[in-house]
């Protein structure tokens, strides 16, 4: 018991850290979001565990227990206990029960299964992977607009037209901003759901599905309506910060990562979004 607590606490301050950084860069408490994230967070949801047996275990619990001892926190920390209760239950949840239950690389088991060949995920890519990526990840596939391709010069001019972008092939790496930008893995249109991925990325199985995974999430939420949904409530601006949030938590979690180093969390966490959420917990 005493060395769970201990380790508790060490991952506690790390995420609390963590989350009240992100609450500063927000311009929220840096208290308040220390409080939430390493009480419930992490240190809720952990303690929680070790005292509460199979039930603290479980999706329920973790999140139950993260939200209530966020809100109950942020609240003597003077912040608002439902807002608290919102980042408690998302750190709690994404952070330890996601990444409980995915502690092995899930894309690289099902490349693995597909083939039913261990050496494809490290293996460069082959002719028919692409189409190969449809039934490997059907859940995805199915809810998007179904339109993935390797990008080259012609079909990223069409995708530059068709959305006002101008990325540019550099060697065989997507770049944005006219070549001046970041180097990019993958392209999704947030206008018809396509999908283009960098040439560079072929270099392994593993890196071109998981770069196929998430902007096949991207596309998904596009077709679905739900991108536009966020558009309307949230804004253009936040819509779009809302789907990478979870593009790269879903990616990351499938790939067995924590949520600690997610980019969801560093750079892309919807703070209107979330602290939306709050209003359905309160009474």
């Known amino acids: 018991m005493t060395d769970k607590v201990a380790s508790a606490m060490a991952q506690g301050l790390v995420h609390g850290f963590a989350q009240g950084t992100l ?95 261990k050496s494809i995920a490290d293996a460069s890519v082959k002719e028919g992977f692409l189409k190969d990526l449809t039934k490997i990840f059907p859940e995805i596939y199915e809810l998007s607009a179904k339109n993935f391709a390797i990008a080259n010069e012609g079909n990223l001019k069409q995708f530059n037209e068709s959305t006002g972008e101008d990325y540019v092939l550099i060697g065989k790496t997507i770049v944005s901003n006219s070549g001046n930008g970041e180097n990019i893995n993958g392209i999704t249109s947030m206008k018809d759901g396509s999908v283009l991925i960098s040439p560079h990325r072929t270099r392994t199985a593993l890196g071109f599905a998981a770069t196929w995974y998430h902007e096949g999430v991207h596309s998904l939420h596009l077709i679905t309506g739900i991108f536009e949904t966020w558009k309307i409530r949230y804004g253009a601006e936040e819509a779009i910060r809302i789907t990478e949030f979870y593009a790269h938590s879903m990616t990351d979690a499938m790939s067995g990562l924590s949520m600690t180093s997610s980019l969801a969390f560093s750079r892309y966490y919807p703070s209107l979004y979330i602290q939306s959420l709050s209003s359905f917990l309160r009474p």
């Open 23 to 117: 609450s500063l860069i927000q311009g929220a408490n840096f208290t308040h979001g220390f409080a939430s994230g390493a009480s419930s967070g992490s240190w809720g949801a952990s303690l929680f565990g070790a005292f509460a047996g199979s039930f603290a275990n479980s999706a329920a619990g973790t999140v139950v227990s993260g939200a209530l001892l966020g809100g109950v926190a942020s609240e003597l920390t003077g912040g608002n206990f439902w807002e608290g209760a919102v980042i408690g239950s998302v750190v709690a949840g994404l952070n330890h029960y996601l990444h409980k239950i995915e502690t092995t690389n899930k894309i690289r088991s099902r490349i693995d299964k597909y083939y039913n060949d």
